[in-house]
């Protein structure tokens, strides 16, 4: 895969307009692998390419939802504030083939987090009406396999969840109790 991460050349704009190439590229996003390489060609050529310079925001906590990116090149990291403090937390570090904001395909919620560049980035992004238009040509089943998909990734999210939970509160009950001991 060719270097994303510098600025645009010529070749890389010229591959970001390739419907076979930005097909291939949606396979990174799970939604998206049991549909056609011609289905993903035309969800492509519905996207755009967004540059995100260092330190600017791609989405902001709270704002209304607008679609889904897919980073091509770059680092992101997604920030959740503290309702308590107002403070930032770094959640995660976001790379080349992943993706986020999926659940605004199907989903008005605001946005969850806030996703801010690391480094200068480039990120395939569809916005959730064009990508619902699609589904209402494409059909009942191509939709019913979209949701399907949204349905095994949220619970794969929230067996994690889960896991994370249990072992976050074991990990306080230990602590909390051995200090009351001491």
């Not at 970001?16 to 291939?24: F, Q």
Request: hydrophobic share 40%.
């Amino acid at each position: 895969m060719e270097d994303l991460s510098k600025p645009f050349s010529i070749p890389q704009i010229d591959l970001y307009r390739d419907l076979d190439w930005g097909a291939e590229q949606l396979l990174a996003i799970f939604l998206f692998r049991t549909f056609s390489k011609e289905q993903r060609r035309r969800i492509w050529s519905l996207g755009s390419i967004q540059v995100v310079k260092k330190s600017a925001h791609a989405v902001i906590e709270g704002e209304p939802s607008r679609g889904l990116f897919l980073i091509l090149g770059g680092q992101l990291s997604v920030y959740k504030r503290d309702n308590l403090s107002s403070d930032a937390h770094r959640l995660a570090t976001l790379k080349s083939g992943d993706s986020f904001g999926e659940l605004s395909l199907f989903d008005q919620a605001p946005r969850s987090a806030t996703v801010s560049a690391d480094a200068q980035s480039y990120l395939f992004t569809l916005e959730a009406g064009l990508f619902e238009t699609f589904l209402d040509r494409e059909g009942d089943q191509t939709k019913a396999q979209f949701y399907k998909n949204c349905a095994t990734i949220l619970s794969e999210k929230f067996r994690v969840l889960n896991t994370d939970y249990i072992s976050s509160q074991q990990l306080l009950w230990k602590y909390a109790l051995r200090k009351t001991k001491e």
